[in-house]
């Protein structure tokens, strides 16, 4: 049963398909394009492809605010493409994985266009309305500096209508059975077209109470997330839902259960801003107190680990000299922030493109606790337009080749945007010319990938910080069925010298090999290791050697 976790082991890879890779040369990705690039996506090594939503949209907000929930937008293809989509991915041993977003949906969205007309329409109830205006109608914003209000007033309904996000994004009426009903209607007609899960978002908003008469902080209602596993179990048992939930270590066991009923997985957030804490300031102190905070959970429950993803890097839970430390070293100007707790672009350019810090930084990544998760193009090293508006300047295109429009589309003029000039251009930035050099971010990153998976101890195991006497190295091992991997990163531009047991006793501990090199390293007489670091260095290694590589019993 346990290995029928596959989660537990596998590395996830986000795109969108409209910036993906355009077939039919109307200057949009569609799904025909995208089967064509999975064997590129089975060579990089990935086992499982997240879609941000794909549904008939006016994409006001990046198909976030979705007009119906059972079709394809036209832009992309068909139904038929869709699930001709899912069959070539399943041939390819890749799951599919597709944004849930119920929270909300379209204001053109035929139930809400239904409920604005007529009070006495059988979707009235499926929005949270108020005869009166609400007196906090201008609090809780989740878009803080672009969004005024979260109630706006209906004309047509003559009164005013509840939205966390957007106002032309009316909130749906979770609390209404009717609507929870919808929900889990959509998710078994979705598992009936092939997809092996969603990433559910915003989930403490779905699940919150709505409603004018909410005062402070409204009360989350978790046994509808039970509701939502339950479904998934009894239509598909090895489905998943992976959780966007920014939420406090102590409310973890709320989403994922004591029992691990509720979620299957959640995106790490107090990890995600503490890693990038220590990737500017070169401390790895608060990272090593994030893992200790989020090690508790469930056994068969996961964390998604991650760097940047298709929204802003959310910094709200730094403190405000971490955040300060993160924005002078990564997003100094105003351009480069976002609804004031966040950065928003891309990794490469946040790093300088300085090769040696990007693969430290997804050498990390790739070796925190959790399930790791990938954006489509920082495989390359893609880089951001600023010039676009709020998160869609790290939403371009994805990049091919040096040939025209980055080999993305044939259009005279794609719809999708494209970065063309700069060091992050297509034409210095692309995956054909990185596929042919060995020393490539993208061959490295497929190494590393493979490496990842063939180290099941990360995704199944049991971490223990490793005192490594710097402040600026890190060292994370991982224990599970009598074996053991250590990793070490230096935070530090600088090279040094760091010493540490292994904490596993001799004979076991006197031998570390590295997995990324095949270099030994054995204890010294007061059984330390003394290990050799570069500046942004870091090492994976095996400890025990060969036998314990052996030993280890498949995942």
């Known amino acids: 049963m346990i290995t029928d976790l596959w989660y537990k082991n596998a590395v996830i890879y986000c795109l969108s398909v409209r910036s993906f890779m355009d077939a039919d040369g109307d200057g949009i990705g569609d799904f025909v394009g995208l089967e064509r690039r999975l064997d590129y996506l089975q060579g990089l090594g990935v086992t499982a492809i997240w879609l941000m939503p794909f549904q008939p949209s006016p994409k006001r907000d990046g198909g ?22 899912t069959h070539a991915a399943r041939q390819r041993g890749l799951r599919v994985l597709i944004d849930l977003v119920v929270n909300h949906t379209s204001d053109q969205h035929r139930w809400f266009q239904s409920a604005r007309t007529d009070p006495r329409s059988p979707y009235r109830d499926w929005y949270v309305w108020s005869e009166k205006r609400p007196t906090n109608y201008d609090k809780g914003m989740v ?7 979260t109630w706006t007033y209906d004309g047509e309904a003559k009164a005013w209508y509840f939205h966390r996000f957007f106002d032309f994004q009316p909130d749906l009426n979770t609390a209404n059975p009717e609507v929870r009903a919808e929900i889990l209607k959509i998710m078994g007609f979705w598992l009936e077209l092939g997809v092996s899960g969603f990433r559910m978002d915003a989930v403490p908003f779905v699940i919150a109470q709505k ?6 902080e409204p009360r989350e209602q978790f046994d509808m997330l039970r509701d939502f596993r339950e479904f998934l179990q009894w239509r598909r048992g090895d489905a998943i839902i992976l959780a966007e939930a920014n939420v ?12 691990a009923d509720r979620m299957n997985m959640m995106f790490n957030f107090q990890v995600n801003q503490a890693t990038f804490y220590a ?9 090593v107190k994030a893992i200790a905070k989020t090690k508790p959970r469930p056994f068969s429950c996961q964390w998604g680990t991650f760097l940047r993803n298709h929204d802003e890097l959310d910094l709200g839970r730094l403190t405000e000299r971490q955040r300060q430390a993160v924005f002078s070293a990564f997003g100094p100007d105003k351009d480069m922030q976002l609804y004031d707790r966040g950065i928003r672009r891309r990794l490469a350019p ?25 954006r489509y193009g920082d495989e390359i090293g893609m880089g951001d337009d600023l010039s676009l508006k709020e998160r869609e300047c790290a939403r371009t295109a994805m990049q091919w ?11 005279d003029k794609p719809s999708t945007a494209i970065i063309a000039d700069g060091a992050y251009g297509f034409t210095h930035v692309n995956v054909a010319d990185q596929r042919h050099d060995p020393g490539s971010l993208l061959s490295w990153m497929q190494s590393m990938v493979r490496q990842r998976k063939e180290a099941p101890e990360i995704g199944w195991g049991d971490v223990v910080p490793v005192e490594t006497g710097n402040d600026a190295v890190l060292g994370l091992r991982y224990d599970w069925r009598g074996n053991a991997v250590l990793c070490l990163h230096n935070l530090a531009s600088q090279p040094l010298e760091v010493r540490f047991a292994t904490g596993i006793p001799a004979p076991e501990g006197t031998l570390l090999v590295d997995l ?17 670091m570069e500046g942004y260095g870091y090492h994976w290694f095996r400890v025990g050697g060969l036998d314990a590589l052996l030993k280890r019993q498949p995942a």
């Open 516 to 532: 990324l090199t095949g270099n030994r390293n054995e204890a010294e007489a007061d059984g330390e290791h003394c290990i050799f």
């Open 248 to 259: 406090l270590p102590k409310q973890d066991f709320d989403y994922f259960g004591d029992d």
């Open 350 to 374: 946040m790093l300088a493109g300085d090769p040696r810090r990007i693969r430290l930084a997804y050498s990390l990544m790739l070796s925190l606790p959790g399930t790791p998760v990938l």
């Open 279 to 287: 990737l500017a300031a070169g401390d790895a102190g608060p990272l």
């Open 143 to 149: 878009f803080p500096g672009v969004q005024k209000t």
């Open 401 to 411: 080749t040096a040939e025209r429009h980055g080999g993305f589309s044939r259009a």
């Open 64 to 85: 976030y605010d979705i007009s119906d929930f059972y079709g394809v937008d036209p832009n992309y293809g068909s139904l038929g493409d869709f699930v001709s989509f």
């Open 211 to 216: 409603g004018a008469d909410v005062k402070g």
